[in-house]
């Protein structure tokens, strides 16, 4: 299985939705692959935010290796599902994916827990640190359906 998280810097909250799956896989034992991506170009290379760094640490989750990256529209082919963060990253997704796009593949992270709902993980990065901890909680509880869904 391979997962990617996808947000819109790719510092903030599908990293933290990338570490999350990752500890997750790690402790199923899974062999599945998680990475992130971000549909904007504004913080290729950059390690986390610093509170998502923070915030994963205080839940034993080291996210500090990671580095931003943008997504492409080979993505959407070389990933089996990909979970985005809210409405906005899905039509971004659907853009770039152009003739690659099939919606089976692309869903919104939060319906995993609110089927057809589409409810959004709220951007923190304009909060403080409350909002990367209730952002942490959204996702890991997500990332646990994930984790029942699909394993074998």
């Given at each position: 299985?391979?997962?990617?998280?996808?947000?819109?810097?790719?510092?903030?909250?599908?990293?933290?939705?990338?570490?999350?799956?990752?500890?997750?896989?790690?402790?199923?034992?899974?062999?599945?692959?998680?990475?992130?991506?971000?549909?904007?170009?504004?913080?290729?290379?950059?390690?986390?935010?610093?509170?998502?760094?923070?915030?994963?640490?205080?839940?034993?989750?080291?996210?500090?290796?990671?580095?931003?990256?943008?997504?492409?529209?080979?993505?959407?082919?070389?990933?089996?599902?990909?979970?985005?963060?809210?409405?906005?990253?899905?039509?971004?997704?659907?853009?770039?994916?152009?003739d690659f796009w099939n919606e089976k593949k692309?869903?919104?992270?939060?319906?995993?827990?609110?089927?057809?709902?589409?409810?959004?993980?709220?951007?923190p990065w304009y909060g403080g640190e409350d909002?990367?901890?209730?952002?942490?909680?959204?996702?890991?509880?997500?990332?646990?359906q994930i984790i029942a869904k699909y394993r074998?």
């Open positions: 299985m391979k997962i990617l998280m996808v947000c819109l810097g790719n510092i903030c909250r599908s990293p933290l939705a990338e570490g999350i799956l990752q500890d997750k896989v790690e402790k199923y034992h899974l062999k599945w692959l998680v990475d992130s991506a971000g549909t904007s170009n504004y913080h290729i290379g950059e390690p986390p935010h610093h509170l998502s760094q923070k915030v994963a640490v205080l839940n034993n989750i080291d996210i500090s290796g990671q580095c931003g990256r943008q997504f492409k529209k080979e993505d959407i082919k070389n990933f089996d599902k990909i979970y985005v963060m809210d409405s906005e990253n899905y039509t971004d997704v659907k853009r770039i994916s152009k692309v869903d919104l992270i939060l319906n995993e827990l609110y089927p057809g709902e589409n409810r959004s993980v709220p951007d909002g990367f901890h209730k952002v942490f909680d959204m996702l890991d509880q997500a990332c646990e074998e």
